[in-house]
């Protein structure tokens, strides 16, 4: 169970297109969703929690613009990169938790990840 | 701020070698976990440590929680290649360490 699901696993856009990347909770309902980035050799750097239903709340540093977060459904978060630049090439990974396990503590399940490349 | 210090930041030994991870912080907190990241993929709970002095094994994999629940270390027996990965320690409500990158050589 708690299994989560990303696509692309890889993408390759060209400067100044627009990348939308989905992340699914596949068995479980997941009101909150959070989004990563992650550069070579480094941790994870939360980017922004989706919410279910309303807008997402993002860190400090993040361009809420540019990276435009929806959370249309229990199950379904999309990042989309606006106007892609070469410097935001990374690795994007979404997390969930499952608010249906009893011993749930934080615990967060993540997705597979998608690289994104832009040319 | 809660901060979660992770040491070694790179390991790199060979199989059959004992290991052991560091994570620490001057934060009490409620939970701790532990996560494995392969390259190129999501990272993979491997567990939750919730009492001060819990040890909690997973096969060759031993997490204990510090009695203050202000740290954790992760002790690998007789590692193998396949415990190669980024390992990350995580509390609530979002902090993740840096992580500890492995590797065993074969």
């Known amino acids: 169970g708690a299994v989560v699901s990303q696509h692309p696993s890889r993408v390759i856009c060209k400067s100044g297109t627009s990348v939308k990347i989905e992340c699914r909770s596949l068995d479980f309902q997941a009101t909150t969703m959070f989004w990563y980035r992650q550069f070579p050799k480094q941790s994870l750097m939360l980017m922004a929690t989706s919410n279910e239903g309303s807008k997402a709340t993002y860190e400090q540093g993040v361009e809420k613009d540019k990276f435009l977060i929806n959370h249309a459904s229990l199950t379904l978060s999309t990042l989309t990169v606006t106007s892609a630049h070469p410097e935001d090439s990374s690795f994007y990974i979404c997390s969930a938790r499952d608010l249906g396990l009893a011993s749930s503590y934080n615990e967060q399940f993540f997705g597979p990840g998608t690289r994104l490349t832009v040319l | 701020t809660q901060l979660l210090e992770q040491s070694p930041q790179f390991l790199s030994i060979q199989e059959g070698e004992n290991l052991t991870v560091y994570c620490n912080s001057s934060s009490v907190f409620s939970s701790l976990q532990w996560y494995r990241q392969e390259p190129g993929e999501g990272p993979v709970l491997l567990v939750t440590?919730?009492?001060?002095?819990e040890v909690k094994k997973l096969k060759r994999l031993t997490f204990q929680f510090g009695d203050a629940r202000k740290d954790s270390s992760l002790h690998i027996t007789a590692a193998q290649p396949g415990d190669t990965g980024l390992y990350l320690c995580a509390g609530p409500p979002l902090v993740f360490g840096k992580g500890t990158k492995l590797t065993v050589n074969p």
């Open positions: 440590v919730v009492t001060g002095g």
